[in-house]
């Protein structure tokens, strides 16, 4: 166990040192599929989530934090580094975390060139929420049982009194940039209104933030009004 332990610190710091996240830790233990290309120059083996970045896909997976936060930007830059207008595909599957690591990525998709397309797949709750409704207009979409949430920010203090209502007022701070922020993007003044509740597909707050449902048959269910 101990070699084991050793062994995957060394792949993981092969991988890009810091930047420990799932997909990281994944390929350590060599969880993740290799993909085979063939081309007139041979063979090359890449594994799944490096084969998808080349097709301009990137991941939001697990809890918004700083790692994941910094590999996220980092494929982001690397996608508008290759002088393309291509668009970038955002899958998300996440229940939210740091608003300040969300910010982040949220900076980075605006900062760029490229149009990208969010799609939320399972969940984007919380600051994931954000991110989904930061895509393209037009193309930000979500699955058929896909969950959307959205909340008012929360957080602890503890302290002296004026220590604790400096770090309340940062709290509403950072509520009014987040409701600015979603206003921004879907035009949407009620949905922000009684935000807090359980998540919900299918509630007319949700479906603000995408612009369509992605069928698996039928046509979408929800059309954008951007």
């Not at 993981?12 to 420990?20: A, F, H």
């Not at 060599?30 to 041979?42: A, W």
């Not at 599957?93 to 969300?102: D, F, L």
Request: hydrophobic share 40%; glycine share 8%; charged share 15%.
């Amino acid at each position: 166990m101990r070699n084991l332990t050793q062994l995957t610190k060394k792949l993981v710091s092969g991988l890009g040192g810091s930047l420990v996240t799932s997909q990281t830790q994944a390929r350590a233990f060599n969880m993740v599929p290799m993909v085979l290309e063939r081309s007139q120059g041979g063979e090359r083996a890449f594994d799944l989530y490096s084969r998808l970045l080349k097709e301009g896909i990137v991941f939001v997976n697990g809890p918004v934090n700083d790692q994941m936060s910094s590999l996220v930007v980092a494929q982001l830059l690397f996608l508008e580094s290759e002088g393309t207008s291509k668009p970038i595909n955002m899958y998300i599957n996440s229940p939210g975390g740091s608003v300040t690591s969300g910010l982040a990525i949220y900076d980075t998709m605006q900062y760029i060139a490229n149009p990208i397309h969010t799609l939320c797949v399972g969940q984007a709750c919380s600051m994931a929420s954000v991110l989904l409704s930061a895509g393209t207009p037009g193309q930000r979409r979500a699955l058929p049982n896909a969950r959307v949430m959205i909340h008012q920010p929360s957080g602890g203090a503890q302290g002296q009194a004026t220590d604790i209502a400096i770090r309340a007022q940062e709290i509403l701070s950072l509520r009014e940039r987040l409701n600015h922020i979603y206003v921004e993007h879907t035009h949407q003044v009620s949905a922000l209104e009684s935000a807090g509740r359980g998540p919900n597909r299918r509630s007319q707050r949700a479906l603000t933030l995408i612009c369509s449902l992605v069928p698996f048959l039928l046509s979408s269910a929800a059309a954008c009004r951007d």
